[in-house]
DNA sequence: CGGCAGATTGACCCTCATCAATCAAGGTGG
DNA sequence: CCACCTTGATTGATGAGGGTCAATCTGCCG
């Protein structure tokens, strides 16, 4: 699993030299708005970008802040399907459908861009490149769920959370911040919504990481010391380490 | 969550009329054989349709038998991602992709029909309505994909179950045949996978719903007896279940 | 008939959810 | 500025749910 909660972007696209902290790098969003232009939109942390069930109408573009993705059962349990940052684009799940398949929610104050379909969708019926563009998004989407899935239906909590903090570290590399050290936008219950665990569970293998020297926890922010060490995680069954210890 | 497994079909495209056993409804498949023709090919237990990383060519229409979706993970473990049965449509995650992102394997010997992307690509950039025939079917596997996370992430073992066989007979009474009594044709492990649960698990839930007078097991034959009750299983609690018993 | 894959069932125990208490950090109003 | 309240995080105790190991059983095919 290359990337369990991001978007893939080949790595052709990615333009080393430009990696400066803060820097935008060139992704989906830029290839879209390289199109078509859009409305840019301030956004307050708790607000809705878009609800399940309204008719979908725009994609939007992340230009600052960060968001989640919830889904819901009738019974009303809740889930999010992923946590999204500057340069991803929201909404690809309404393509194809009359309405928004899911909320989606600002973490914190932000700001996006809105890019009606309508206009992207007539462009697309002309543009061939743009088409496939639009298939690619659609298609990383798809994978970003299947390797969640993976991790929701074979793996154990900490190599679930080993699995996350090793992908938001990948993350902020690729938009050119540090990859040993980050702030969470997300509280310890929505992790465990998106990775299948209570919010105890989180806190209580985020602890036991910290003690065996993988990571520092302070609150929200992330220190990762031993990344190496963090990714064996991943695999590793207690079982055997148990017999190992005897 | 509606359809945990089957990529949802509009219903207006359903021709009730035409519900008689066997016989082949609207679906997908058809719809992109009315655009572009294919390639029949019989296929036996067991082979492979296509395999992760093999280049990405073309879709695939099951006439018959049926299929399972398989994911890995570097570290060896599989996941099944879906089970397929005919008039539904494999490959469509390798569209904007270069490569298949998982196997493809038959569980019984079976027909497909094989769709050249080259060629449906082709027409999709002058045929609006066929480009968003695509993406319909891009946004439903994605929606499929979501209801499973949902389930892996938020339901229990009895849940999972429950969920899944009400999923199977909607899906057999789609296509004409009986809902209330049919053949699963995957083995308790392959189920497992998919619902992320132990072959002993799927196994002894079964036994349980057949205990309490839900379903009817022998072998791989299914008959719900209690369909109410069975839907009753998702959102109840075990704990919930004791303590009104005491 | 034997062999084998798949299914069932039991015993045991590990992982994680649950319930609950405490603590830290911010925000608000006096 | 401090008292107060709220939200989020940590940590402990306990037990249920489901994984693991293992024995047995069934049906099927050569």
Do not use: W
């Not at 998004?137 to 793996?155: D, K, Q």
């Not at 911040?177 to 998106?194: Q, Y």
């Not at 293998?205 to 190496?228: D, T, Y």
Request: hydrophobic residues 45%.
């Amino acid at each position: 699993m290359s990337n369990p909660f991001m978007r893939a972007v080949p790595s052709t696209r990615i333009h080393p030299q430009r990696m400066v902290a803060g820097e935008s790098l060139t992704s989906d969003l830029d290839t879209l708005l390289a199109c078509v232009g859009g409305t840019p939109r301030r956004i307050r942390r708790g607000e809705f970008l878009y609800r399940v069930g309204a008719s979908f109408h725009a994609l939007y573009g992340i230009r600052a802040g960060s968001f989640k993705s919830v889904l819901l059962t009738e019974d009303g349990r809740e889930q999010i399907t992923g946590f999204h940052m500057a340069g991803e684009v929201l909404g690809l799940e309404g393509i194809g459908a009359e309405t928004y398949a899911g909320d989606a929610v600002a973490l914190e104050d932000g700001e996006v861009i809105e890019i009606p379909f309508a206009e992207l969708d007539a462009l697309a019926c002309r543009d061939p490149a743009l088409q496939r563009e639009l298939f690619r998004m659609l298609a990383g989407e798809i994978h970003r769920e299947r390797s969640l899935m993976l991790l929701l239906g074979s793996m154990r909590a900490e190599e679930r959370l080993a699995a996350f903090l090793i992908n938001l570290s990948q993350r902020m590399a690729a938009r050119g911040f540090s990859a040993h050290r980050f702030m969470l936008r997300m509280t310890r219950e929505e992790i465990g919504s998106l990775l299948g665990l209570k919010l105890e569970t989180v806190s209580r293998i985020l602890s036991r990481f910290q003690v065996e020297g993988l990571i520092e926890v302070r609150n929200r922010e992330i220190g990762i010391v031993a990344m190496a060490a963090l990714r064996g995680v991943i695999g590793r069954t207690d079982l055997r380490r148990e017999r190992e210890a005897a």
